[in-house]
């Protein structure tokens, strides 16, 4: 089973910051099967990034994701009021599917 | 637009069978590459795969929970159903349905969330 480490687990930013989130593997997924989501509370988790870098449809450009192979980093610049949330990796390449365990971007 | 909502028993006792339907539109389980994800997220904990059946029948589970997941299609209805045997209150857990874009699960459903207890 992949592990997913994020880090760190807590951020405690302002609007306007940017902000970098970690995801390490502990094998190597490739770039084609990372994918990043964004949790606000009682909603489910949204798609932001797949395929390590690929926004997916209707999300802001503030939003990137970089890496390959183990290491992976979701960026948020400018930060918004509507940022501040659990954010998710998630590895697709093999079974068992997994997630990291969140970083929360605190105000 | 695709959509997906999770409907099921609320409150299940300990020992018990849990069985989940998700419903859907805007895809069709007939087409070529396309599944249904199951993943579960216990309160304040990250989100954990369970299942995912693909357009074909083709079906995979989490290895921890293999022996008590079943999971079944009814293209017809547009209509995914997860059953889980022998529920324990370490099953407590907000569940949802995803679509599958291969194993990339998106959009998910709403969720549901299940008590287990006595």
């Known amino acids: 089973e992949i592990v997913l480490t994020q880090s760190p687990d807590t951020l405690s930013l302002s609007p306007g910051e940017r902000v970098t989130l970690s995801c390490r593997a502990s094998?190597?997924?490739?770039?084609?099967?990372l994918s990043w989501f964004q949790q606000k509370p009682g909603q489910p988790p949204r798609l932001l990034i797949y395929n390590a870098l690929i926004r997916a449809a209707g999300i802001p450009d503030r939003f990137s994701g970089s890496g390959s192979g183990t290491d992976f980093t979701l960026t948020i610049n400018r930060l918004e009021p509507e940022d501040f949330a659990m954010y998710y990796c998630h590895q697709h390449a093999y079974a068992p599917l997994t997630f990291g365990g969140g970083t929360k971007v605190d105000i | 637009q695709i959509t997906l909502k999770e409907s099921g028993p609320t409150l299940v006792k300990p020992t018990q069978t849990l069985t989940l339907t998700c419903t859907f539109s805007?895809?069709?389980?007939?087409?070529?590459?396309?599944?249904v994800t199951w993943i579960r997220q216990p309160p304040g904990k990250a989100p954990e795969w369970l299942a995912l059946?693909?357009?074909?029948?083709?079906?995979h589970f989490s290895p921890s929970l293999r022996r008590r997941l079943t999971v079944t299609k009814d293209t017809s209805k547009n209509q995914v159903v997860l059953t889980m045997t022998n529920v324990d209150p370490m099953d407590t857990a907000t569940y949802y349905c995803?679509?599958?874009?291969?194993?990339?699960?998106?959009?998910w459903g709403p969720g549901l969330l299940v008590t287990v207890s006595s």
């Open positions: 995803a679509h599958g874009r291969g194993w990339l699960s998106d959009p």
């Open positions: 805007g895809f069709s389980l007939s087409t070529r590459s396309v599944g």
């Open positions: 094998q190597d997924v490739g770039d084609d099967y």
């Open positions: 059946i693909y357009w074909d029948g083709a079906e």
